[in-house]
T-cell receptor
Framework: AQSVTQLDSHVSVSEGTPVLLRCNYS??????LFWYVQHPNKGLQLLLKYTSAATLVKGINGFEAEFKKSETSFHLTKPSAHMSDAAEYFCVVPSSASKIIFGSGTRLSIRP | DTGVSQNPRHKITKRGQNVTFRCDPISEHNRLYWYRQTLGQGPEFLTYFQNEAQLEKSRLLSDRFSAERPKGSFSTLEIQRTEQGDSAMYLCASSPQGLNTEAFFGQGTRLTVV
């Protein structure tokens, strides 16, 4: 069965410091993985996606993620947090041709 | 605007009433999804359409829920005899045909059952 586990429900960092949001996956269907972001009162937006072309994937707003098959991980990082990064982040894996499975989400808070 | 559009944005209804939500996907997308999201949780899959055909439906979905996509364009999600547990954000998404294509989400319809 396909699944994603987001290891932290809440992460808090200071502005200007690095961000690490952790995701472990289990998928026998597809090697593709996604990160989505959800700002308050806004729709889900794709941050980046991995489709086996390169293990290090760059996304919008300075975020990137590295696919590590040996660790079954797809952690999201950003070198320097900005106040506007405060949001809910979801790691996502396709479970079939028709369905994508969301993790439970990580709420990112940024301290001034 | 060519994004996914959902209406209404908010709906408050009394327990036992029926409600219907509408989703207009991106016009060239033939895949359409409905998800439900409760506070503090990730979106939960409800159902999937490819064109007008409903190809998958969550086993967790009550018989009170029904979705349609006539003509393969917009979709409606109806909840009959609403219960307080149905209170949630209902999200619609669409995607083009193909492998590894990302889904584009609407802003959702927030349902409150009182």
């Amino acid at each position: 069965a396909q699944s994603v586990t987001q290891l932290d429900s809440h992460v808090s960092v200071s502005e200007g410091t690095p961000v690490l949001l952790r995701c472990n996956y289990s998928s026998s269907y597809s090697p593709s993985l996604f990160w989505y972001v959800q700002h308050p009162n806004k729709g889900l937006q794709l941050l980046l996606k991995y489709t086996s072309a390169a293990t290090l994937v760059k996304g919008i707003n300075g975020f990137e993620a590295e696919f590590k098959k040996s660790e079954t991980s797809f952690h999201l990082t950003k070198p320097s947090a900005h106040m506007s990064d405060a949001a809910e982040y979801f790691c996502v894996v396709p479970s079939s041709a028709s369905k994508i499975i969301f993790g439970s989400g990580t709420r990112l808070s940024i301290r001034p | 605007d060519t994004g996914v559009s959902q209406n209404p944005r908010h709906k408050i209804t009394k327990r036992g009433q029926n409600v219907t939500f509408r989703c207009d996907p991106i016009s060239e997308h033939n895949r359409l999804y409905w998800y439900r999201q409760t506070l503090g949780q990730g979106p939960e899959f409800l159902t999937y359409f490819q064109n007008e055909a409903q190809l998958e439906k969550s086993r967790l979905l009550s018989d009170r829920f029904s979705a349609e996509r006539p003509k393969g364009s917009f979709s409606t999600l109806e909840i009959q005899r609403t219960e307080q547990g149905d209170s949630a954000m209902y999200l619609c998404a669409s995607s083009p045909q193909g492998l590894n294509t990302e889904a584009f989400f609407g802003q959702g319809t927030r349902l409150t059952v009182v």
